[in-house]
């Protein structure tokens, strides 16, 4: 059965540092993609990153802001900032790309979703 | 790249149909078949209900269907039912390996 597990909530301050991750089950050799929904909004797509060789893609608004990464050896994305803002605040879920090539693709099973809150 | 442009909102009676519009340009919906639909309902993760513009994954209803015509793609719920009542969203391949989301339209079943 294919899952994807995030972690916990967190509350964080601004200026500091957070890493939050998605572990993976059933599957391997997959894309895991990250999208953003801020509080009341619509879904953003935030990057990908592929485990086997640490292969990355941002979108153009958060590059620069986030990092992603990973373990293959445990089959773990993560999501990573340096120093939080306020307008990070929002729920960020992990997603597996179900297709073979990163243009023929789709977001086949999205994690729980990890909220991250950052107070102002 | 900017969101695709959705409907804020949609509504239909139990049994009739409703559809939902997704516009994008040439440079993403136009340009590519990898449109896919995504279901949220409230406070749970979003489920994949279209991809490639109108396959349905194993377990989703028939009465879910995609269609696309030039810059803009649609999804079409037939015989609505209260369960469909949620937030739905378009995705689009954009270029350069980036994706790019829908602005999302809420269906509320009458």
């Known amino acids: 059965e294919v899952q994807l597990v995030q972690s916990g909530a967190e509350v964080k301050k601004p200026g500091e540092s957070l890493k939050i991750s998605c572990k993976g089950s059933?599957?391997?050799?997959?894309?895991i993609g990250w999208v953003r929904q801020m509080p009341g909004k619509g879904l953003e797509w935030v990057g990908i990153?592929?485990?086997?060789?640490?292969?990355?893609r941002y979108s153009p608004t958060f590059q620069g802001q986030v990092t992603l990464s990973g373990d293959k050896s445990i089959n773990t994305a993560y999501l990573h900032w340096s120093s939080l803002k306020a307008a990070d605040t929002a729920m960020y879920y992990c997603?597996?790309?179900?297709?073979?090539?990163?243009?023929?693709?789709?977001?086949?099973?999205w994690g729980q979703g990890t909220l991250v809150t950052v107070p102002s | 790249q900017s969101a695709l442009t959705q409907p804020p909102s949609a509504s239909g009676s139990p049994g009739q149909s409703v559809t939902i519009s997704c516009t994008g340009t040439s440079s993403d919906i136009g340009n590519y078949n990898s449109v896919s639909w995504y279901q949220q309902h409230p406070g749970k993760a979003p489920k994949l209900m279209i991809y490639e513009v109108n396959k349905r994954p194993s377990g989703v209803p028939d009465r879910f269907s995609g269609s696309k015509s030039g810059n803009t793609a649609s999804l079409t719920v037939s015989g609505l039912q209260a369960e469909d009542e949620a937030d739905y969203y378009c995705s689009s391949y954009a270029g350069n390996d980036n994706y790019v989301f829908g602005t999302g339209t809420k269906v509320t079943v009458l």
């Open positions: 997603v597996r790309y179900g297709g073979a090539t990163l243009r023929d693709n789709w977001f086949d099973f």
């Open positions: 990153f592929f485990p086997l060789n640490s292969d990355t």
């Open positions: 059933g599957f391997t050799g997959y894309w």
